[in-house]
């Protein structure tokens, strides 16, 4: 409960509580927490008080003293509740803050447990196949169980919440803390591949409009409150950067990566409604998940050490369904190891098993999509060459505050696609109906803003972040791997999970990465190896436990496992 | 170009012209215009300019005199210019529109006709099974045909924008027109179910955040930016209104009412993998999408007038396949009409027709899913009769900038749904893999603020001013129909599509409609209907037009057709 931002101001006594549990008093009853909370210690008699905002106000707020503790229940001091209801009026958290007599608050004792109190669920997390064996719990995914961690309740407002302005008071308390929290998880992140480095201060006018590009970009509906003309433009920008002409692209932005894989692998499946999928096995998980919703066959195809696919094993794979024509995901940066399959080989093997004229390549850019065009000797994802879509997460390197996507794919597949739709007077080519309008106003912005010129900086800056990361940590003796083209840096998973949610690192078996996006700075990098070398000195100081070995991942070069270094 | 909403203002002289076209001087050359243009008038000799900025500024802007115009190409008098060209590095639109000089400029001629010089695409639009039959051009689908309307092309930044500032200038130029065209459209909005009254301002303080609830609402990610303390909240919320206790639901926020529908269908589907999926024909479009992506068999079920299912014709669509499970999709409010399928008798039907135990009932509630609750007498969405799952849209009786939705179902169904996906080791059960966090912040915001009390006010109001408008219409000799429950008033469908765009209605064959959202106060529809009896006198003057029939539509009892009145 205890904000560690502030450690000697008056907002870490104001404690919002967890709003689903239960409070035991010393009198030995029990009562549902509903609502949040306000910690405060008497100075004179130290005692604690925990104000509950009563449904209705008009009945005062409810105190209980703490069973760990040998206060008892108390009388509430009337002044400070009294400025304090008067200031939960007034509807401003900072008021009510400046307001709430400092001298008689003090700091919470070190020893204050909130969880002593608060009978609450343990937060569950993602364990997948991540080494559980840090001093933390051990986490586990948990199917089938429905946990509410520190969940925000809704509730039901007072009749004359209108008028107090109690409840809005309340809840601008709660985003308040909100955003602090938001704040100081935006500085410690790391591994997703998300710049978190924007300034769309233009574009907050534009907040208060419902804007839905409802359907196909390039026909309007009656709908007037839509932002097509932006989208247009971005869809244009990267056309060109594809090399598709405007004539022959066709194209939307989607709410993510994954919409956009699912749209090229649906286009793939109705040009070919017979073909196979064949994908990686390190490709993103929506791919699988695309053949599964969409009941296509489909093979895996083995990797390499750099996670690329391995021809060789596509070669074989597709010598099995000659008979079937070929559906490709082809990762322009994979998730995990950031590796760029090899398009040019890829084609050359299909056009060399005899596939020419039967398939279709649908290439996932998620992140690397928006970068290769900007490194020099880089291969190119490029309509010239036979692929049948594109698409990138504009939430990645661009940034952008919502999730979204750039889909690019060749329009006479989307002919064909719409031919089908037999039900429906309109084209329907997108996956989803109604379609967030801001979206494209950010990337438009963005792309403006930055220019070609600008994201070539950037990308220049993120590879060069990303050895100098590398080259702290090997020579720090942990294992590294960074693949050419590539600002994701792979190396060993730190042992201790409350590091790797500190630095929000995302794990697979042995390893993690940080993926170095143009807000991850030198010093950044530099805090983060820091506190990773003092960690592992003590995670690895009696020798009882050692470094993992990530030679099957990231090959033994790179490795330096004692048994490889 | 002219914007109706200041008459007499400047800002009406500062047009941004369509951005890509071509543009044509009277000395017959062309000129591609690839950047917003500024038109002013010279008081002292009535010429018009057309200030074009230049992609290096440094060479100024070219101006163009207008072909129907006798005035020849001018040079650019100084001083606006350079006040302009100041303004314009100043960064700020309103600056510049204060300083351009207001005595030098007037209100474009009547006959100013932009689209004589602009060679620009004629805007396509959906034409669907509407008529065309009003003044304008034929509004046809275009499939195929990638147009580029009014679209506003990213250009590549100078290299000094950042010190001039210039760049900066002319995009916040771009977005305050936008705005404009945005509150011009907000406000004459009718035809679409979005509520366009909301105030988020508490919110803006979280736009800079790239929010993102990765995969399932219930397990944390390592990525810590996110909101799913509020998505539970609000998930909770739903749950409680549709009777299914936390520990056995399982939801998500969802990016739209298509992302609902196909959720719900593909739960439907795994839970029955043979099962048939049965929809009635006024079923929104995404049902039969998603049964086409999913390869399923789908039966169409005809409708009564009202637009509800006919259970007669489902029970004998239910005979067909009796060896089948059957997955059916059940509307709450139709999206032409605003239709309530009869869940109790969809049961009965399935029940007597031996299918108890062997269908799975999917509940598109995009808009009435959370209206009916609220209103007295009507039939129940409930978990305690044997349904599925039920999804709402967010953004439409809520009210949200963004598309959104709430997506509710039954925990032990997606636990069969993720046994199934072998090759994740974590849960993915939603459909999106980057989910928006920003828009569970917009619900838990307002189901706080307004609670069932607040909506059911709301509720109450739509009703009342449907029946209002049903009445107004009838009352002006203009066939109309309003299902009870229902706050959709259709009607026939306007001649004139200039008309239907100005109220955005969306239209469907011979009918129009209104969905009446909290933002539809009586007033405006009293301006509307006005404005339709208006045209109507215009439009049916001479007799040769008269109004179409719509007793096939709405029935001939709500008709007003010469044959039906």
Not at 104 to 124: M, N, Q, R, Y
Not at 131 to 158: A, F, M, W, Y
Not at 429 to 450: E, Q, V
Request: contains cysteine.
């Amino acid at each position: 409960m205890k904000n560690e931002q502030t450690p000697h101001g008056l907002s870490e006594h104001f404690s919002q509580i967890k709003s689903v549990g239960t409070i035991t008093n010393n009198l030995n009853t029990k009562r549902t927490i509903t609502s949040p909370f306000l910690i405060l210690k008497n100075q004179h008699d130290q005692s604690f008080f925990v104000y509950k905002y009563q449904k209705n106000h008009r009945s005062n707020y409810s105190s209980f003293s703490f069973p760990r503790t040998t206060f008892t229940k108390k009388h509430q001091p009337t002044s400070p509740k009294r400025r304090l209801h008067k200031k939960i009026m007034a509807g401003s958290i900072d008021v009510m803050l400046r307001e709430l007599n400092l001298e008689s608050v003090e700091s919470l004792p070190d020893d204050f447990d909130p969880t002593a109190v608060i009978k609450d669920h343990v937060p569950p997390v993602i364990n997948g196949d991540k080494l559980g064996n840090g001093k933390e719990q051990v986490r586990e995914i948990v199917l089938g169980r429905n946990v509410h961690t520190s969940c925000l309740e809704v509730t039901e407002p007072d009749d004359d919440d209108e008028v107090t302005g109690e409840r809005e008071a309340q809840m601008a308390s709660v985003l308040a803390r909100y955003r602090k929290s938001l704040l100081e998880r935006t500085k410690h992140h790391l591994g997703y591949p998300y710049n978190l480095d924007f300034d769309y201060g233009a574009l907050s006018q534009l907040q208060h409009f419902s804007i839905n590009n409802l359907g196909d970009p390039f026909i309007e509906s009656n709908y007037g409150v839509h932002s097509r003309q932006f989208e247009v433009g971005v869809l244009d920008w990267f056309a060109r950067l594809w090399e598709l002409e405007k004539n022959e692209y066709w194209g939307y932005i989607t709410n993510c990566g994954t919409e956009g894989n699912l749209h090229g692998i649906l286009v793939g499946r109705e040009v070919f409604p017979e073909g196979i999928l064949y994908a990686s096995s390190e490709s993103h998980y929506s791919v699988f998940k695309a053949a599964r919703m969409y009941r296509m066959d489909c093979e895996k195809v083995n990797t390499l050490i750099s996670g690329e696919i391995d021809c060789e094993d596509f070669r074989a794979k597709l010598s099995l369904h000659k008979d079937k024509p070929a559906i490709i995901n082809v990762n322009i940066g994979t998730t995990v190891k950031g590796a760029v399959d090899d398009l040019d080989l890829v084609i050359k093997t299909l056009e060399e098993s005899g596939f020419t004229g039967r398939f279709y390549i649908h290439c996932d850019g998620a992140l690397f999509g928006l970068m290769m065009p900007f490194v020099k000797l880089a291969p190119k994802v490029s309509f010239k060459k036979p692929i049948g879509s594109v698409s990138v997460s504009g939430h990645k390197f661009v940034g952008c505050p919502m999730p979204c996507g750039v889909q690019i794919t060749r329009l006479e597949h989307i002919n064909a696609l719409s031919r089908n739709v037999e039900y429906l007077a309109s084209r329907d080519a997108t996956i989803m109906g109604s379609r967030n309008g801001h979206a494209p106003l950010f990337l438009w912005y963005t792309l403006n803003r930055k220019g070609y010129r600008g994201f070539q900086k950037e990308v220049q800056k993120c590879l060069r972040n990303a050895h100098y990361l590398r080259g702290r940590l090997t020579s720090a003796g942990i294992g590294a791997m960074l693949n050419e083209l590539s600002s994701t840096v792979v190396f060993e998973r730190p042992q201790d999970e409350e590091f790797t949610r500190k630095w929000q690192l995302a794990c697979q078996g042995n390893i993690a990465h940080v993926v170095v996006m143009p807000n991850i700075t030198i010093d950044k990098l530099d805090d983060f190896v820091n506190e990773l070398i003092e960690k592992r000195a003590v995670w690895y100081k009696d020798g009882k436990r050692k470094p993992p070995c990530v030679a099957s991942d990231i090959g033994q070069a790179n490795c330096l496992c004692e048994l490889h270094k």
